[in-house]
């Protein structure tokens, strides 16, 4: 725990150095929607051996604050503080239930739910693309951002892992869950890819604003902290946004 303080102080450390050299620096709102997916050693294992399972994904809120420090115009570092809903497992007919042959197959869905605090840290990149001109109404000027980092994430509140048999796929829609086991790992870690096109805004708005495209993937997930590899889950989120920043 004292490590991660540290570890955290040295970065928002560097960040405000970085600051004072920086041309450009801005402060926004990032919200959204994200997809996701939980995954699992034996889950993987068992849609590759039956074509009846598939991989269940969750949909969610994701959104917070985001900020960007810009040098030469060119490059810069994009350090933000996220909420997102987390989660996913897998979903099919069955026709046995721990070891029991059913009578008639059943459709089952296994979902773990997580809401997360991320904290992602972004190289990104400002690639000018030119205006858009709409004749008497001025021109619109764009630019794309390609975005590359890590992000550290803590799970907030009670984690849910459920597990719902039922003959009607609709019938499993919004089930409850058990809590998770408070010998899990809490903190994950995962790599980050984004894509965002931005253009100025009004003089009356914000400075930018941005629709932006993201994916992480974890390398280090949540589970049980005896590590067994078939429990190790590894959350994949898909993302997409709108920002908006005021520059500085």
């Known amino acids: 725990m004292r490590l991660r303080i540290v570890s955290i102080t040295c ?26 997916s939980s995954r699992t050693e034996a889950g993987d294992l068992q849609a590759t051996e039956d074509d009846a399972i598939t991989v269940h994904r969750r949909s969610g809120f994701t959104g917070g604050l985001t900020s960007r420090i810009m040098f030469a115009d060119l ?29 008639e197959p059943f459709f089952v869905v296994s979902e773990d739910r997580f809401n997360v605090l991320s904290l992602p840290l972004l190289a990104t990149a400002k690639i000018n693309l030119g205006s858009i001109d709409f004749d008497d109404d ?29 003959a009607d796929p609709d019938s499993v829609q919004g089930i ?8 899990w790992r809490s903190t994950a870690y995962s790599y980050v890819l984004g894509l965002a096109i931005e253009t100025p805004g009004t003089d009356d708005g914000p400075s930018v604003a941005s629709l932006a495209l993201r994916y992480s993937e974890q390398f280090s997930g949540f589970g049980p902290d005896d590590f067994t590899e078939n429990n190790q889950r590894t959350l994949r989120n898909f993302s997409i946004s709108i920002n908006i920043m005021y520059i500085l």
């Open 11 to 36: 970065v928002l450390f560097g960040i405000v150095v970085l600051s004072a050299s920086a041309i450009e620096a801005g402060v926004g709102v990032r919200m959204g929607w994200n997809f996701g």
């Open 75 to 103: 490059i810069g570092i994009q350090p933000e503080i996220l909420f997102t809903q987390m989660g996913g497992g897998y979903k099919g007919e069955v026709d046995e239930w721990f070891g029991e042959e059913l009578d």
């Open 138 to 166: 001025g021109v619109m000027p764009l630019s794309l951002h390609p975005q590359a980092g890590v992000s550290v994430e803590t799970i907030l509140g009670e984690p849910v892992s459920s597990t719902e048999l039922a």
């Open 176 to 183: 409850d869950g058990d809590p998770i086991s408070d010998d």
